[in-house]
């Protein structure tokens, strides 16, 4: 028997017919946190210039973003599965505002630093939620098409921002970039508040306390149908994030391109995952959501070799063609990686969406510091930690098909 909506909150019947704007609002809410993070790489060195700091100690701000983020997911996630996810998600975007007028209104470092660290700790909301409420709303294949476009938004907003950013620098100065970005979380709440109910409804909901959220944690990273492809989408978004730390070391510093170049290298690399994300839940349905996701973590397995076999001589045209075969992969194993991990848990996917996104962002930490600190010329530096990545991506997705396997075949 079906049960009735609450008040206030959209049935999975009605949420399917408001694909469109439900989409939508969802691709906002994933995007806005890497939007937030990239725009301001070209500014660095005006910042630094009316900061009175050298370009390289603004790479603080990017760390403080990313840890501050990574522990607000885990807060978020099991307080949305007892309060719902609506007024986590205004009061994460109203945080998200209050940090960027700060950033906004910097007269130095540490101050700008504060105001990242506010940034992210209400910005993680909108990340974490935007998957949790996708589960919400949808199931197997309607699941993955949504969670394809809401990683196409999350991966073209890092592709996009810096030729954004680089753009209101030149027009209006770095400070431009943080009242748009503000401007854009204000239309999301806005949006949000008025364009969607509550979908976590009150019989779904857990009753949340610090020890039962520990051991909460403690049981989703034991269970394989979670770990397994959360642990390959972590890894394989940590490669893009190293990917975005790396290239412009690689393309400004070793192949001379301007920063206006690199900038529309990373837009055009936007249209490559597209086309990605748009294939997976297709492919998903003809072959298998597990089987397609391990063709893609080989895929972005090969694009890290290419990028070691070219080391020694790199080309503009070989670095290129091995980036586009990477991106091919992880805009295959990201969607689908990201269902297969939430399908089983539709009454914890606030928790389980926060431990993905922990591994994510602990991933992407890793790997930017691996690629500045590892001692190899920067083009191999990102092929090695890019087909590590891939590898153990690839190995977690056979393991989850062995474990399906192995339960398909007990009696």
Known sequence: MSV???????????????????????????????????????????????????????GITLSAFFLAFA???????????????????????????????LCGMSASLGFL?????????????????????????????ALARALSLTMIAMAAAPGFSPLLGSGLDYAFGWRSAFAFVGLGGVLLATCFLFGMGETHHQDRRAAHRVATVARAYASLAAEGRFVLPALAVGLIVGGLSTFFGATPAILIGVM??????????????????????FLAPRLAHR????????????????????LILVSEAPGLA???????????????????????????????????????GFLQMVCSALG????????LGPVAALGCLLAVAATLAFASLLGLAARSQRTSNDP
Request: aromatic share 6%; charged share 10%.
């Open 71 to 101: 522990a607000g997911q885990l807060v978020v996630g099991p307080l949305s599965d007892r309060f719902g996810r609506k007024r986590l998600v205004i009061g994460g975007l109203m945080v998200f505002i209050a940090g960027t007028l």
């Open 4 to 58: 009735p909506a609450k008040a206030g909150t959209l049935s999975a019947t009605e949420a399917r017919r408001l694909t469109g704007g439900t989409l939508s609002l969802l691709a906002g809410l994933a995007a806005i946190g890497t939007l937030s993070t990239n725009i301001i790489l070209p500014s660095f060195p005006s910042m630094a210039a009316e900061l009175g700091v050298e370009p390289r100690r603004l």
């Open 368 to 375: 930017t510091a691996l690629a500045a600190s590892l001692p």
């Open 113 to 141: 630093v504060a105001g990242r660290v506010v940034q992210a700790l209400g910005v993680s909301a909108a990340s974490v939620l935007s998957r949790a409420i996708a589960r919400d709303l949808f199931e197997g294949e």
């Open 287 to 306: 072959w298998g959501a597990a089987q397609v996701a391990m063709a893609g973590a080989a895929l972005a397995l090969a694009g890290g070799v290419i």
């Open 256 to 277: 001379g391109l301007s920063p206006l170049q690199l900038g529309l290298f990373f837009a055009a690399t936007v249209f490559v995952v597209f086309g990605a994300g």
């Open 318 to 356: 070989s670095i290129s063609v091995a980036i586009v075969i990477f991106l091919l992969g992880m805009g295959l194993v990201n969607p689908l990686g990201t269902a297969l991990a939430l399908q089983p848990f539709a009454s914890r996917a606030g928790l389980a969406s926060a431990l993905l």
